[in-house]
């Protein structure tokens, strides 16, 4: 029989016995009926508390067991019935609820691909994602879901990425750009080379981690045990203790009953499994119970400027030579940075291949430098291409371009040194914009209560200055090396107790593991940032980020909410066992309704900001 047909039974069982009770008193019929209902709820309490104390862990259900077989031998018949059957319908009532808590989960998983459709020696033909290969080409038609993580190489399509990002706003894909596991051809058709299959998708990624976040069994399981190693020990002496003194059994028994301290080992795990989902599903992965908890009491938060703050696509502007064709300098420049991935790189490179139309020559050889820029060999030529940082370390004067530079700083652009090992040869200044959400997000961050926002970032002092007195941050510190960076985040944990650090993971993750809550924000899927961040915003859209901290700290407020109540429900029921109100049953009654009430209070979360 399965739990709900036991239900049934059990509740017409303890139906019947009580009429009988009522009617005949504890007649043999009353007592068969009971002792059947008895034996069917109890059965698991009593073998899960045996099981237990088999690892000397003295759970709940060791309590119960001992109250249930107290009843039995002092006569209480209709009680020992009544706890059994109102601890087991609980136990099935808070199970199915808890269940519902995860359903981020499940929704998630409803979002995976169930084939994949590769072409194989000339024929198509649909299979299992999982035993796709990592180099295959596989075919999507309009309404299909990807069922690999991999490059466009044939035609183009509009992709909904909702089940990773939480927006359904379309996007197009084309030839030779990335797209991932779980989101939707709405049109268009297209082949894709998988680079990542099966479980190693992002989107598999995505679900393990919350699935691990979202593990509250684990998480009570672990308090639980935790928490009775000492109190339900200490339950059971004070149960003798009052027995002792009072004389009466009865009193004691029920103290053990309500003592349970069901509602307040739940009341945590329960509000945080619920925010995490909420989370999950409008596309913002919390790593964990803790991480929610440092994310809602968050009190200043740094931001890395570019690519983050910033969108991180500069283009190239204005370029200046101190001899010879300007355009010389900036195919020069690409040249040198064609293997890097630094966004300002790319500008110059997307600069001189399709404004200029030049066919770029590959350097023998390249460093980047982090935070300074990069020296190459071009033809024999040795090149420094960056900042004022990297050309003062080569003992290469810049004082010549000194005012162009200045006069295209204080415009907010980046300007980028070019130069032999023996003199400056010219400079390109790029332009990045600001995000559309970023002023807004910081002023909804302050009314939020966070204390202090700071920019951090590479780029020099004027650059900064322009971008910071628009977005009006509290602070900001500019020509940072990577490990300044981290010297920053810790200067600031110093003075305030928890610290965020938002990056897009491309340059700052060792920024992002020094804070107490690394936040990336990107692009779905980067690697570093899935991997370092305690937070990942998957639709790379700024603005989320004050909608995750108000989910933390709402999450926290449900939390806290439901400790108080569960204390308060104890408190009363104790004061009613001492003045003699309170008996085994209803004591049981007020529990398990508490329990309910508690995870009643925390699934509230689950639909918490749909209606905005
Ligand atoms: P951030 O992301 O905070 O702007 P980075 O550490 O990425 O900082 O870069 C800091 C500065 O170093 C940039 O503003 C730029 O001046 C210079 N730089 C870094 N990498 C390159 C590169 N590949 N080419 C040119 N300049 C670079
Ligand atoms: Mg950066």
Redo the contacts with the bound molecule.
């Keep these: 029989m399965n739990r709900i047909g036991t239900i049934w039974v059990a509740t017409v069982l303890v139906a019947v016995s009580f009429a009988l009770y009522q009617v005949y008193g504890y007649a043999a019929g009353t007592l068969g009926v009971m002792a059947v209902s008895t034996a069917l709820c109890g059965y698991p309490v009593v073998y899960k508390a045996i099981g237990s104390l088999r690892y000397r862990i003295v759970g709940i259900e060791v309590l119960v067991t001992i109250a249930i077989l107290g009843a039995l031998a002092i006569g209480e018949y209709w009680e020992a019935a009544a706890v059994t059957y109102l601890f087991y319908l609980g136990g099935y009532l808070e199970q199915r609820t808890l269940k519902k808590t995860r359903s981020s989960v499940k929704a998630l998983l409803a979002l995976a691909p169930d084939t994949a459709r590769l072409r194989r020696d000339g024929v198509e033909l649909v299979v299992d994602p999982q035993t796709v290969a990592v180099g295959e080409k596989v075919i999507v038609k309009p309404g299909e879901r990807i069922a690999v993580d991999g490059t466009i190489t044939e035609g183009t399509a509009v992709v909904n990425q909702s089940a990773l990002t939480g927006e359904s706003l379309p996007l197009q894909r084309r030839v030779g750009e990335f797209v991932y596991a779980g989101t939707i051809v709405q049109s268009g058709y297209m082949v894709v080379r998988a680079e990542r299959v099966g479980n190693g998708t992002t989107f598999a990624r995505i679900i393990e981690l919350v699935e691990e976040a979202q593990d509250a069994k684990a998480k009570t399981e672990k308090f639980i045990q935790r928490f009775s190693r000492y109190y339900t020990p200490a339950i059971i002496l004070l149960s003798l203790l009052l027995y002792a003194f009072s004389g009466d059994i009865r009193l004691s028994l029920t103290l053990l009953v309500i003592a349970c301290p069901g509602a307040l080992v739940i009341s945590v795990p329960v509000s945080i499994v619920a925010g995490i989902g909420n989370g999950a599903r409008k596309g913002i992965l919390v790593k964990g119970g803790d991480v929610m908890e440092r994310m809602g009491n968050v009190q200043a938060i740094a931001f890395?400027?570019?690519?983050t703050l910033t969108k991180g696509k500069p283009t190239v502007v204005f370029v200046h030579t101190c001899e010879g064709d300007p355009q010389e300098i900036a195919i020069i420049a690409a040249s040198g940075?064609s293997y890097?991935e630094?966004p300002?790189?790319q500008a110059?490179v997307r600069y001189a291949t399709t404004e200029l139309g030049a066919k770029l020559s590959l350097p023998s050889s390249s460093h980047?430098i982090?935070?300074?820029?990069?020296t190459f060999t071009l033809d024999d030529q040795d090149y420094l291409?960056?900042?004022r940082t990297?050309f003062a370390q080569h003992g290469l004067s810049f004082s010549a371009v000194e005012p162009i530079m200045r006069q295209e700083e204080e415009k907010g652009r980046?300007v980028?040194l070019v130069g032999t090992h023996a003199r400056i040869i010219g400079l390109l200044a790029v332009s990045d914009v600001v995000q559309d959400d970023a002023k807004a997000l910081i002023a909804s961050l302050k009314k939020l209560g966070v204390q202090h926002v700071v920019m951090?970032?590479?780029?020099?002092q004027h650059t900064a200055l322009f971008i910071a007195e628009q977005l009006h941050v509290d602070e900001f510190q500019a020509e940072?090396?990577?490990e300044d960076k981290v010297a920053a985040i810790q200067q600031l944990s110093r003075r305030y107790t928890s610290v965020a650090m938002v990056g897009d993971g491309v340059?700052?993750a060792p920024a992002l593991a020094a804070s107490d809550l690394g936040i990336a924000i990107g692009e779905a899927g980067r690697d570093v940032a899935m991997e370092t961040a305690d937070v990942v915003v998957m639709s790379g859209h700024l603005g989320q980020l004050s909608y995750a901290i108000e989910l933390a700290r709402s999450t926290m407020r449900t939390m806290k909410q439901n400790i108080a109540f569960a204390i308060l429900v104890a408190v009363v029921l104790l004061a009613g066992v001492l003045i003699r109100t309170v008996n085994l049953s209803f004591g049981m009654l007020v529990h398990e309704l508490s329990v309910l009430l508690v995870i009643g209070n925390a699934m509230r979360l689950r639909r918490y900001g749909s209606n905005r």
């Design positions: 890395d400027k570019t690519g940075e890097s630094h300002i790189a110059i980047p982090a935070g300074m820029g990069i291409v960056g900042n990297l980046t980028v951090l970032t590479g780029d020099n940072l090396l990577p340059n700052d």
